[in-house]
């Protein structure tokens, strides 16, 4: 397997794998999440246009794992300079999306893209990490081991 830059070339490989792990927010979000979605713009079209977004944006990297020419996860993330009254934070590495096809799960796929990530971090200078992540997925618990602590709690109630 290859961890490399995306190519614009990657897109149809990318949203392929962004299917399969959006496949999973169902049970992550529970009952609430099918009242989000939108239904009136068409999905595919924009979530495109989303993942391009990401994939053209300046202070930020994405990568894609590559396994015998079929791309089998992406990461994508962001550098933030935060601007606040109230703190005086480090340079910071926002890590936006990381998604692994489900048949790759569990054979580090996700740890090589993290490892790309970790370098461009570092070699900007960037001196904190940060990730979102649904309460309910198990990847929490990868991302503990990974030295990632539980700061803040986004908290939602549906009517």
């Given at each position: 397997m290859?961890?490399?830059?995306?190519?614009?070339?990657?897109?149809?490989?990318?949203?392929?794998?962004y299917?399969?792990?959006n496949?999973?927010?169902?049970k992550?979000?529970?009952?609430?999440y099918?009242?989000m979605?939108?239904?009136?713009?068409?999905?595919?079209?924009?979530?495109?246009?989303?993942l391009?977004?990401?994939?053209?944006?300046?202070?930020?990297?994405?990568?894609v794992?590559?396994e015998?020419?079929?791309?089998?996860g992406?990461?994508?993330a962001k550098?933030?300079?935060?601007?606040?009254?109230?703190?005086?934070?480090?340079?910071?590495?926002?890590?936006?999306?990381?998604?692994?096809?489900?048949?790759?799960?569990?054979?580090?796929?996700?740890?090589?893209?993290?490892?790309?990530v970790?370098?461009w971090?570092?070699m900007?200078?960037?001196?904190?990490?940060?990730?979102?992540?649904?309460?309910?997925?198990?990847?929490?618990?990868?991302?503990?081991?990974?030295?990632?602590?539980?700061k803040r709690?986004?908290?939602?109630?549906?009517?």
């Open positions: 290859i961890v490399r830059k995306v190519k614009m070339s990657d897109l149809e490989a990318v949203y392929a794998v299917q399969d792990f496949a999973d927010l169902y992550y979000f529970g009952n609430g099918e009242a979605r939108r239904h009136k713009e068409p999905v595919e079209k924009m979530t495109k246009d989303a391009l977004k990401d994939m053209r944006r300046r202070k930020a990297m994405f990568f794992a590559e015998d020419g079929d791309i089998v992406y990461v994508s550098i933030i300079d935060y601007k606040n009254a109230h703190l005086d934070r480090p340079k910071t590495g926002l890590i936006e999306d990381l998604a692994v096809k489900k048949e790759h799960r569990g054979k580090r796929v996700s740890s090589k893209l993290m490892q790309e970790y370098s971090f570092k900007n200078d960037v001196k904190l990490y940060e990730l979102k992540v649904i309460a309910a997925n198990p990847a929490v618990e990868i991302y503990k081991k990974w030295g990632f602590e539980i709690y986004d908290m939602m109630r549906f009517a």
